[in-house]
């Protein structure tokens, strides 16, 4: 019996890595599609194929948007999991066209191909993103749950940070957000994973292709691109806290999100392809705890053993939500899903894999001033 052939799009970053060693492991046969895009990769790209090399793993260097670049290896694939896209929430809200062409004109070339082509692709995985959620669920002492719309700019400058009740006014709790909270996104990118998510769904379903659909919510870990300023809170804040540079943490620090690390997505996604329970399911991929920014920012200072000072700069990103966490129960039903890695324990593992690599420029100050000059940032 020959075995499962899985084709990654973006299958050399650092998830699709994560994800080939653990296909690998399980008997597969991997075909990882990667444009290597400068932007993530590096100039000079250099790919971390330990554990890879010399087992049933087959890198192809091509556009998950052109397949017919890769036709070949998508014909005779047994599944396809859809990783590439560009991922940047800032950058997404002044690079419209270019968000818009990879992630949703992309997706769409991929499943035009798999309508007009013979194949033998029997599940497809989204990763998404929870960001197609804007802000996160709340609940409301006097209303109940409610999901408020994304915050205005008028708010934002009179340093009103937290979303407030949109009928009553009143003060929120922060409550885990279901897969049932009506998408609202506040970004361009946001907008652009929910229309890959649309795209999936009808066309598969048009298809006869079962497919999941994933939301991640903040991935981090070794491999992770250490290159680009416009995304990876935790790989911008490393390279700032080696060069000995303070971190500037965005409104009043409290704005929280979900941390889960790149070993439980991958192990998330081969669970879904190995389940049909999971076939037609939207799933929120996280560990349902929120970090606040600010304590993140301190513990990752800790694992380095760092000497940065955090500071408060009260300003704001224009598409940035406030809070989201993850309500996981569907995916621990659904597969037995749970996340392992703590925080604490992924942060110390993080930080030891940085200090082995090259020590990268520190972009974060040249995108922060592209985000001022286009008023984007405040």
Not at 260 to 274: F, P, Q
Request: negative net charge.
């Amino acid at each position: 019996m020959s075995k499962p052939k899985i084709l990654i799009t973006g299958g050399l970053g650092f998830i699709g890595l994560r994800l080939g060693r653990r296909l690998l492991d399980a008997g597969c046969h991997v075909v990882a599609i990667d444009n290597l895009s400068p932007q993530i990769h590096g100039a000079l790209p250099v790919v971390d194929l330990t554990g890879l090399v010399g087992r049933d793993f087959q890198v192809i260097r091509g556009d998950a948007g052109q397949p017919e670049g890769f036709a070949e290896a998508l014909g005779s694939a047994d599944a396809l999991v859809h990783l590439a896209a560009e991922t940047g929430t800032a950058q997404s809200m002044y690079e419209l066209a270019r968000y818009n062409a990879v992630n949703s004109q992309g997706t769409a070339a991929l499943l035009q191909w798999l309508q007009d082509h013979p194949h033998r692709v029997r599940k497809v995985v989204l990763a998404s993103s929870r960001s197609v959620y804007g802000e996160g669920a709340y609940r409301c002492g006097a209303c109940g749950p409610v999901a408020p719309d994304a915050r205005t700019a008028d708010r934002l400058d009179s340093h009103q940070w937290d979303p407030v009740c949109p009928a009553c006014g009143s003060e929120l709790e922060l409550i885990p957000t279901p897969e049932t909270s009506r998408p609202r996104p506040s970004s361009i990118y946001a907008a652009t994973k929910l229309a890959q998510e649309d795209l999936v769904r009808i066309a598969c379903g048009a298809f006869g292709i079962p497919f999941s659909i994933l939301r991640f919510q903040n991935v981090y870990g070794p491999g992770q691109s250490l290159h680009n300023p416009y995304t990876g809170i935790l790989s911008i804040f490393s390279t700032r806290i080696r060069r000995g540079l303070d971190l500037p943490i965005f409104e009043d620090g409290k704005e929280s999100r979900d941390f889960i690390h790149v070993e439980d997505i991958a192990e998330a996604i081969r669970l879904c392809l190995e389940s049909e329970a999971t076939d037609g399911q939207t799933m929120n991929v996280g560990t349902g705890i929120p970090t606040s920014v600010w304590d993140m920012a301190n513990q990752l200072v800790r694992a380095f053993g760092g000497a940065s000072k955090t500071h408060l700069t009260a300003q704001y990103r224009l598409g940035d939500i406030r809070h989201c966490f993850a309500d996981i129960s569907l995916i621990s039903r659904l597969t037995g899903f749970t996340p392992r890695v703590s925080l604490e324990e992924g942060l110390a593992g993080f930080a030891r894999w940085v200090d082995s690599q090259p020590l990268p420029e520190d972009g974060l100050d040249r995108a922060n001033r592209t985000l001022l000059d286009k008023g984007l940032m405040k």
